[in-house]
């Protein structure tokens, strides 16, 4: 069995596992949305990590130093995480607020 035919096998069987919601909640489908929930999370996860290598990193090393406050907004994002400095994530927020309201 090569790659393809098994990637349709699991599909199926997913699909049937996602069906199976129509009967009652049961282990099938409660399984089915774990599992869809933790490749979505981890496809994220990776996406997010390849955005910022490519695109804030490397024109960074090339000599774009712009891309450096993109950066430490984005990290000033996650202090709302942390007690004691989450008034730090207000400054990119409202930076962002003001970029989306200039360009509506």
């Not at 399984?31 to 496809?43: D, L, Q, R």
Request: glycine share 12%; hydrophobic share 55%.
């Amino acid at each position: 069995m090569d790659l393809e035919t098994l990637g349709i096998w699991i599909a199926a069987i997913g699909t049937l596992a996602c069906y199976s919601y129509l009967y009652k909640d049961n282990v099938a489908y409660q399984t089915m949305e774990h599992i869809f929930i933790g490749v979505a999370a981890a496809h994220a996860m990776v996406m997010g990590y390849h955005n910022i290598k490519d695109m804030a990193w490397k024109p960074m090393l090339r000599g774009e130093w712009t891309w450096a406050i993109a950066l430490v907004l984005g990290a000033l994002l996650y202090t709302r995480f942390f007690k004691g400095y989450g008034w730090l994530s207000r400054y990119p927020l409202a930076f962002l607020m003001g970029i989306g309201g200039g360009v509506a």
